[in-house]
């Protein structure tokens, strides 16, 4: 019993950063069609981002770290954006294979800037207690996601330019007829998304090592999260990666680490099997 | 829909088009370097070196057949590779071990034989499950997944997770698999010393017939009434559902072919390379060799061969010469080839859109 109950900060934390990075991997392939694959990498820039920042604000770095590692990755994919990804809106498999190029040499950048072997960044003292079964970064995670998430939802339906984002998902077209800049609506998204990343990658240095490779582990359960809640959608996003994230930590629980990721497989296709196109589905008569 | 009123489709060939020589020429002629000059100038270790560039070759075959023809981008051939490569390396590791246990169950402390590895004692045994297990597992997830109309992305994300999961899965089952270390230091393959330059000279030239038979195949495949609907079911999936045709069964089998194909090529390798681990068959691998598809060109077979053996060379050339710049020009390969040439190398060659 006590073994279950401690399972739960675990796999609710790791679904909350599921959840950080999923959002914007979600945002960008709804809105645009595309599959960023360097988006893992923007997760190592954030996490890099509260490593350096260190040395200046010592134990607190990961405050001061938040908004800065969401500028830093915000920036990072706002130039992959300008410079590569736009070119190949609406080719989702190639911008798959575009974007792994990328994420292959931002890697070797951090190897070479950091070196190959894991960093570690000491976590705040006012983290270190635990509340109840909750270890206090784990709960600290969660909230940033909780906060993350309101404050996503609050942009996207109550201010123009988020209600604007929305009408670009739904119909490009349409949008652009009635006088939306779209492409200035793709820089904003793929800021957004790739700045909460950033924030992902700041959350995991309180749980773990640091290094070049760090993207690597959650890109892939990341996507899991984006098929299983739904393109575009936030509720989707939300209880698909912690569904995922609780999933995981369970089946790693109850059988082991090596079988879990089969059995989250098994558990995802047989889901497809119901809901082939997610939790929730933007409508569309669209044919492909 | 004004595009379609503008262009009508290409009218049907005229009762018999003027049989094109060009290709079937350029086969036999790689065909004879491959059998005849090669074996005879490349020193033992090169050509075992040309031999594992073979084997991806076939796995790249396999991937052009799937997404090139096919439009199903598959991340996770790796792991069709790998059940191919762990089936044929089980059988020679009990062939080497006789009566006893294979070392590394004995470091592991595995004391009997796992039930899963008797019946691979049988070479008939073990080479059918080179075919069967990546065919099953390949026929299953595709039945699956695109029976529910899940396909581009979806699909491309769906199979990179499986490559992730199998890799984990194998270093987890240390007893089972050899963890990390996968399965390696073979003794004899079928009666013959592994490591000796007869046998791997033989192996060569194994591989580079099956690849030649398998490409044969997959070629009239592709210029088959099948390959025509593979093609339209990659070019408009909803338009060849509404002409009567069920296009989860034509993808189906395609990925089941090219996941066939995989497993022979990983059964291939085990032998030539002497090891199979879950290094060689994660997510890295596996993109790897899409990106080798890429550049050899997609949207031809031939393309897919080539892009693989090039890729091969190139990985080997740079990562002794230039080890750390290896990253970044593979990183900016990809990018130039994917943004340049979507077309691949072949695209250079062929006037006529190979696309079509």
């Not at chain 1, 792994?100 to 960044?121: H, I, K, M």
């Not at chain 1, 006088?179 to 904003?188: E, K, L, M, S, Y």
């Not at chain 2, 008939?124 to 039945?143: E, K, N, Q, R, S």
């Amino acid at each position: 019993m006590e073994g279950i109950l401690n399972q739960l900060p675990i796999g609710l934390s790791i679904g909350a950063v599921l959840l950080l990075i999923a959002l914007g991997l979600t945002f960008t392939f709804g809105q645009m069609g595309v599959i960023n694959m360097a988006h893992g990498e923007f997760i190592m820039a954030g996490a890099y981002t509260a490593y350096l920042l260190q040395d200046f604000a010592g134990r607190n770095a990961v405050l001061v770290a938040l908004p800065v590692a969401f500028l830093v990755a915000g920036l990072m994919g706002l130039i992959l954006e300008r410079a590569a990804i736009r070119h190949f809106y609406g080719r989702p498999l190639d911008t798959l294979l575009l974007t792994w190029g990328v994420s292959l040499v931002l890697q070797q950048v951090a190897r070479d800037l950091f070196g190959a072997p894991n960093v570690q960044v000491t976590s705040p003292t006012w983290l270190q207690g635990t509340l109840g079964p909750m270890p206090y970064n784990r709960l600290f995670i969660l909230l940033l996601a909780v906060g993350s998430v309101v404050a996503i939802w609050v942009y996207m339906n109550r201010s123009a330019q988020g209600r604007r984002m929305q009408a670009v998902m739904q119909n490009r077209q349409l949008a652009a007829t009635s006088g939306i800049n779209t492409g200035r609506v793709d820089q904003r998204t793929f800021f957004i998304g790739s700045g909460l990343a950033g924030i992902a990658g700041v959350a995991l240095t309180l749980i773990g090592p640091v290094g070049p490779t760090l993207g690597t582990y959650y890109i892939v359960d990341a996507f899991l999260v984006v098929v299983a809640g739904g393109l575009g959608q936030l509720r989707g996003a939300v209880i698909a990666a912690l569904a995922l994230g609780l999933l995981n930590s369970y089946a790693e629980f109850w059988t082991n680490a090596s079988l879990a990721k089969v059995i989250v497989f098994v558990v995802i296709i047989a889901f497809l099997q119901f809901r082939p196109q997610g939790l929730f589905v933007l409508r569309s008569r669209a044919l492909t | 829909m004004t595009a379609i009123l503008e262009k009508p489709p290409v009218t049907p060939a005229p009762v018999k088009e003027p049989r094109d020589w060009r290709g079937p020429a350029l086969f036999a002629l790689v065909a004879v370097i491959g059998l005849v000059v090669m074996p005879l100038v490349l020193e033992p270790f090169r050509l075992g070196l040309l031999a594992k560039y073979l084997t991806y070759a076939i796995v790249a075959l396999g991937i052009g057949l799937a997404w090139g023809q096919g439009g199903m981008l598959t991340l996770g051939q790796g792991v069709f590779f790998g059940l191919g490569g762990y089936a044929m390396g089980m059988h020679l590791k009990l062939n080497d071990a006789g009566d006893g246990l294979p070392d590394f169950m004995v470091w592991s402390g595995v004391e009997t034989l796992p039930a899963l590895w008797e019946p691979f004692r049988n070479p008939v045994f073990a080479i059918a499950m080179v075919v069967v297990v990546p065919g099953a597992v390949a026929w299953l997830l595709g039945t699956l997944v695109f029976r529910q109309r899940v396909r581009g992305a979806y699909f491309a994300i769906l199979t990179q997770a499986l490559a992730a999961a199998m890799v984990i899965l194998l270093v987890g089952q240390q007893g089972l698999t050899g963890g990390t270390n996968g399965l390696t230091n073979f003794f004899e393959f079928f009666g013959q010393d592994v490591a000796a330059d007869s046998t791997q000279r033989g192996l060569y030239f194994t591989v580079a017939i099956v690849l030649g038979v398998l490409f044969l195949g997959a070629w009239q495949l592709q210029r088959s009434r099948f390959g025509r609907l593979l093609l339209a079911v990659r070019d408009g999936e909803d338009r060849v559902r509404f002409l009567g045709y069920n296009p989860a069964t034509v993808k189906t089998i395609t990925f089941t072919l090219s996941a066939v194909m995989a497993g022979i090529a990983g059964a291939l390798f085990v032998p030539v390379v002497g090891i199979i681990s879950p290094a060689l068959l994660g997510v890295v691998p596996s993109l790897e060799l899409v990106v080798a598809v890429a550049v050899g060109g997609r949207f031809a077979l031939a393309g897919a061969v080539l892009g693989a053996v090039l890729m091969g060379y190139a990985k080997t050339y740079f990562s002794e010469e230039l080890p750390d710049a290896w990253l970044y020009l593979q990183g900016a390969l990809f990018i130039l080839v994917i943004g340049l040439a979507p077309k691949g190398i072949i695209g250079f060659f062929r006037r006529k859109d190979v696309t079509a």
